[in-house]
């Protein structure tokens, strides 16, 4: 059964984390599509109906791609993980219900008219259509968090003979750590896209193809990236006090610190450190008195517990990882928010016109080399969230090794190899298809559908015989 664990375990991160890097930038993108509909139904600049027609492009290969990655992990909890699915699934397995019911079913079933319709439904119905798609994306992303915060923070229930019963779906829906992890998780697909978006524009007026044309997007993100930036910092400090407080071993281990600061001293943070949880210490560290307090309690002499607090079982594994994973999303964040703050300060001189904006070529190279930078953030965030949480699948209620199916080892293996084969193949195919429409780039000269009827109303035309008749 270890082997089974360590290979179920193996399993699912790397169809979680192949799976993540497409829905982060659909709901973002979904977004920026409706924006740019709206800007051309308002101004009627025909540039801005260009912008949703090429970048929807890219979100249909996201979209199609995260489907495909999508299935394999939700089946994989009746499959890999049958007892957790048995002990959990009344509420679980309703939440991930909602999700395909309320979420995807919404985004489907209005892709196929934001897609094919441009033509087809008056512009409004068009945007509404957009707008849905848009909604359904959020709302996955929100069911999902939801159902995932639970597992960090149960709330809502008992468990009854090795069941969990609901006593409260308001309850376990919006558990302690329910709001701090949405937002922070949706504000992060936010960030992620504006990034992508901001770094493709910026390569391209790097290259002085349509330098104009991708200004008006370049600009669009760093509007809204200048909002998301600080807000994503924000709640990414909310979510790390609700991990002190309802996770605390998780929280040490994030930080590597194993004792627990006496009362009117403050905990010392660990700037870099190697901890090691074999000796139950870090080998070496760089610390800060008193930080690590002001960080997890917003007090100088906040009480932090250490990770000897508890017992080395109930500790999480992998510290050096835990430890750097975090480390590497907040210095994104950070490097996010000065990225955005001297686009704020050349866009404030006058310098974001098509004529001055290929001067600053540092300042296009720093955006096209943030292109990565969410989903590095992203990836790091839930492995911190995922690997933190261990050795508990629900915490407190289940271990993750009461929770794995009892399959053979190479049963688990195969479909691990199989998953692995799928994925690379997706990648591949969405990479040439990315390639391919990038290299393309949009087409400039493409003219919108008419905003209004081609044949106005004639309140007083007369009626056609046919209808006098009837």
């Given at each position: ?11 699912f991160?790397?169809?979680?984390l192949?799976?993540?890097l ?10 920026f599509l ?18 949703a027609?090429?970048?929807?492009k ?9 489907v ?13 993980w ?15 219900g909602?999700e ?18 441009w ?5 409004k ?10 909604l ?5 992303a ?14 809502g229930?008992?468990?009854?003979h ?6 409260s779906?308001?309850?376990a ?48 993100a760093?509007a809204?990236?200048v ?44 700037v ?7 000796r139950?210490r ?9 930080v ?6 917003h ?19 992998a ?10 999303m ?23 016109t ?39 699948i629900?915490?407190?209620l ?5 929770g794995?199916?009892?399959l ?9 190899i ?49 209808l006098?008749?009837?």
């Amino acid at each position: 059964m270890a082997d089974t664990l360590l290979l179920a375990r193996s399993q699912f991160a790397l169809t979680a984390l192949f799976h993540i890097l497409w829905p982060v930038l659909t709901i973002g993108l979904s977004l920026f599509l409706v924006v740019n509909e709206a800007l051309w139904i308002r101004s009627r600049d025909p540039d801005y109906y260009r912008h949703a027609r090429f970048w929807s492009k890219l979100f249909i290969l996201n979209f199609g791609v995260g489907v495909a990655s999508g299935v394999p992990l939700e089946f994989e909890f009746g499959t890999n993980w049958a007892p957790f699915s048995a002990a959990m699934g009344d509420f679980f397995g309703n939440i991930l219900g909602f999700e395909g019911a309320m979420a995807f079913m919404l985004e489907a079933g209005f892709l196929g008219i934001m897609l094919f319709g441009w033509r087809r439904v008056a512009p409004k119905i068009h945007l509404f259509a957009t707008c849905m798609v848009a909604l359904g994306a959020s709302l996955s992303a929100f069911w999902i968090m939801v159902a995932n915060s639970w597992m960090q923070t149960p709330a809502g229930g008992v468990m009854q003979h090795g069941r969990f019963v609901v006593t409260s779906y308001t309850q376990a829906m919006f558990n302690p750590a329910a709001l701090w992890g949405v937002g922070h998780m949706w504000f992060a697909c936010l960030e992620t896209s504006l990034l992508v978006i901001g770094a493709l524009s910026a390569w391209y007026i790097h290259k002085n193809r349509h330098p104009e044309f991708f200004l008006k997007s370049l600009k669009i993100a760093i509007a809204a990236a200048v909002l998301v930036a600080p807000l994503q910092i924000f709640l990414g400090d909310g979510s790390g006090r609700v991990v002190f407080q309802q996770q605390p071993a998780k929280g040490a281990a994030i930080e590597g610190h194993w004792h627990t600061n006496p009362p009117g001293s403050g905990a010392p943070w660990a700037v870099v450190a190697w901890p090691d949880k074999a000796r139950q210490r870090n080998d070496w560290a760089i610390t800060i008195p008193g930080v690590l307090s002001l960080l997890a309690t917003h007090s100088l002499t906040g009480r932090v517990t250490g990770l000897k607090a508890f017992p080395p079982v109930d500790q999480p594994p992998a510290l050096p990882l835990l430890f750097y994973a975090f480390r590497l999303m907040v210095a994104i964040g950070f490097y996010v928010l000065a990225l955005m703050l001297w686009s704020l300060w050349l866009w404030y001189r006058g310098e974001l016109t098509a004529e001055r904006v290929g001067r600053h070529r540092r300042w296009l190279l720093a955006w096209i080399g943030a292109l990565p930078l969410g989903y590095l953030a992203v990836e790091s965030g839930w492995i911190v969230r995922e690997v933190g949480r261990q050795p508990w699948i629900v915490n407190g209620l289940m271990r993750t090794a009461a929770g794995v199916s009892a399959l053979p080892p190479g049963t688990v293996l195969a479909s691990l190899i199989g998953y692995a084969l799928l994925y690379t193949l997706l990648l591949t195919a969405f990479l040439v298809f990315a390639r391919r429409t990038l290299r393309k780039g949009p087409d400039v000269t493409a003219e919108p559908p008419p905003l209004k009827p081609a044949v106005p109303l004639q309140v007083n035309a007369p009626v056609p015989h046919a209808l006098e008749d009837d």
